[in-house]
């Protein structure tokens, strides 16, 4: 099939080359004239593990070209919408300017029959506002097709997803032919294009517009649950005395609730979870859903919440105070496996860092450049060698792989003090004692055996039970 893929972020550039890898003809389009050179060139404008190779490899085929024209989309039988939807700077639900502005640009374009299907993260009724810009052109259907790609796994997860969404008009009703049960219009056209995936027994799920516009949001939405649900047990674990890296695991082993997402640290960033949090409590006020706008603020709450909580350790473990310490910061990235900054937690935490005082310096394997760019008033080293040297505070801020297997004979080696804060509950804790470093984490009370503002046992129960002991039994 000829395809065209409208946007070439993070979510266009993978789709499109991961398209023209399964066999199809693919033209990427995007107004950044420099993005489009680069892509073009073979390269990828951002850090994503196994795309470099797909775009050479659709570049040598000559199944894959960028261009910076509407006009290169004609003849397309499928176009992909994958322009951005940022959360708005005057709230927080989405904006969708960009959205539209690519579908009115794409609309001369269009083939007679040709399809349309959105990608991007929407909120519900979208599609609704995108009909009646495709209005003029009955003979163009629109179907939805959310993605469900994780920074540093999107190659993966395009090649190799969990499940393929549509949602089409009418919904599953409508998809299928009543008398032979074939798929028909938008249904018919996406299984062309992901005939590969479905062979391979990938499951699909046909269902209707609001549902496919609500799914992205929702599966983020959980997932943001699961991480603040576990860092607000953390913040208890550090009042208790418990440790939340075995309250976890124990949590974990309940099939019901799964091991993944469910470790304490720092919290999320990046461009979907708070954003996607965000915009879902817009439209839960907006249709008067109150319980569910509540719980996200909450989730959003706990999640900056971790970053107050590591400024305030970190200014604990240098005796109360950070201004005029040296402190080193591991990672910029808001995740490992991506250069990708935006929002990240560990940024956040260097910067106001900084601005208590604090001599900073940020090491990160990709972002640096990034990070540079957006945090002039901080200091950035490539080299974590020469990050760590004179440190007298560690704070270990994105998991990437080379900061958890860090030798903490060689780090002693360099710092000033042997301090560290893993704020990712990441690191061999005793190991690094060994080697005489004071360790903190956030919920594990590491190296101390108990928690930071943890009563007597007797205080304690005291405080749960105001009942004489006598009425109760107390299992030590």
Not at 20 to 44: C, F, P, Y
Not at 146 to 153: I, W
Request: charged residues 20%; hydrophobic residues 45%.
């Amino acid at each position: 099939m000829k395809i065209s893929v409208i946007g070439c972020g993070y979510l266009g550039a993978v789709h499109a080359a991961t398209l023209a890898s399964m066999g199809h003809t693919v033209v990427g389009i995007d107004v950044d004239a420099a993005k489009v050179e680069q892509l073009s060139r073979g390269v990828a404008p951002f850090f994503e593990p196994g795309l470099d190779e797909l775009l050479r490899d659709g570049k040598t085929t000559g199944r894959l070209k960028f261009s910076t024209d509407f006009a290169a989309a004609a003849g397309a039988q499928v176009h992909f919408l994958c322009v951005g939807t940022p959360q708005s700077k005057t709230s927080d639900g989405a904006d969708l300017t960009f959205l539209v502005a690519a579908t009115e640009a794409l609309l001369p374009h269009l083939a007679r029959g040709a399809v349309v299907v959105g990608k991007s993260t929407v909120p519900v009724g979208t599609v609704d506002m995108l009909r009646e810009v495709l209005a003029v052109r009955p003979d163009v259907q629109l179907g939805w097709n959310p993605e469900f790609l994780r920074q540093g796994a999107a190659v993966k997860d395009t090649l190799v997803p969990d499940r393929l969404v549509y949602g089409v008009q009418g919904g599953r009703a409508s998809a299928f032919n009543p008398g032979t049960g074939a798929p028909r219009g938008v249904t018919a056209a996406l299984d062309a294009v992901y005939e590969p995936l479905l062979n391979a027994g990938i499951p699909r799920l046909v269902c209707n517009f609001a549902t496919a516009e609500l799914i992205k949001s929702a599966a983020n939405a959980y997932l943001a649950t699961k991480v603040s649900f576990i860092n607000a047990i953390a913040e208890l674990c550090d009042a208790s005395g418990a440790d939340v890296a075995e309250l976890s695991e124990a949590m974990g082993m309940d099939p019901r609730i799964g091991s993944r997402y469910l470790h304490a640290g720092l919290g999320f960033g990046g461009g979907c979870l708070p954003k996607d949090i965000r915009s879902l409590s817009s439209q839960a006020a907006l249709l008067g859903v109150d319980p569910v706008n509540d719980w996200m603020g909450v989730v959003d709450m706990i999640n900056v919440r971790q970053r107050t909580r590591t400024v305030d350790l970190a200014a604990d473990m240098c005796g109360g105070a950070v201004s005029g310490r040296a402190i080193t910061v591991l990672g910029a990235a808001f995740k490992p496996e991506t250069d990708d900054i935006r929002d990240s937690p560990a940024l956040d935490v260097a910067a106001r860092l900084a601005a208590a005082g604090a001599h900073v310096t940020v090491t990160d394997p990709k972002a640096v450049n990034n990070a540079w760019l957006r945090y002039p008033q901080l200091r950035f080293e490539a080299s974590t060698t020469r990050a760590l040297d004179g440190a007298e505070l560690v704070l270990l801020l994105t998991e990437w792989d080379e900061y958890r297997q860090l030798s903490p004979a060689v780090a002693g080696g360099l710092v000033r003090r042997r301090m560290v804060l893993d704020a990712r509950n990441v690191l061999d804790a005793a190991a690094w004692q060994a080697e005489g470093w004071a360790v903190r984490g956030l919920g594990t009370n590491a190296g101390s055996g108990t928690g930071a503002h943890a009563a007597s046992g007797a205080d304690f129960r005291g405080k749960i039970s105001p009942e004489p002991q006598k009425e109760r039994i107390f299992v030590p």
